[in-house]
C-alpha cells in the first residue's frame, strides 16, 4: 500500500460511501475498485482500510479545526 501525497482533490460532489458527507478519503483497493469515506468513517475504519488498500489518499487535512 502506498499513501499518495500529491492525489487529484476531491471536491464537494465526491460523498462518503457509508454517510454521504463530504468524502475526505479515497481508497482504491487492491483487488480493484474504489471507496470514498468523510474524515469520521475514514478514522473509524482506518486500520482495516489501510489493510486493503492499494493507495489511500488522505486529504483530511483541508478540515479546519
Not at 500500500?1 to 478519503?25: E, I, K, S, W
Request: hydrophobic share 40%; net charge negative; proline share 2%.
Amino acid at each position: 500500500m502506498t499513501t499518495t501525497l500529491a492525489a487529484p482533490r476531491l471536491t464537494g460532489h465526491d460523498r462518503c460511501d457509508r454517510c454521504g458527507a463530504q468524502a475526505y478519503v479515497k481508497v482504491v483497493l487492491n483487488a480493484g475498485g474504489e471507496l470514498q469515506f468523510c474524515a469520521h468513517h475514514a478514522r473509524q475504519h482506518g486500520d482495516k482500510l489501510r489493510d486493503i488498500a492499494a493507495e489511500f489518499i488522505d486529504e483530511t487535512d483541508r478540515l479546519a479545526v
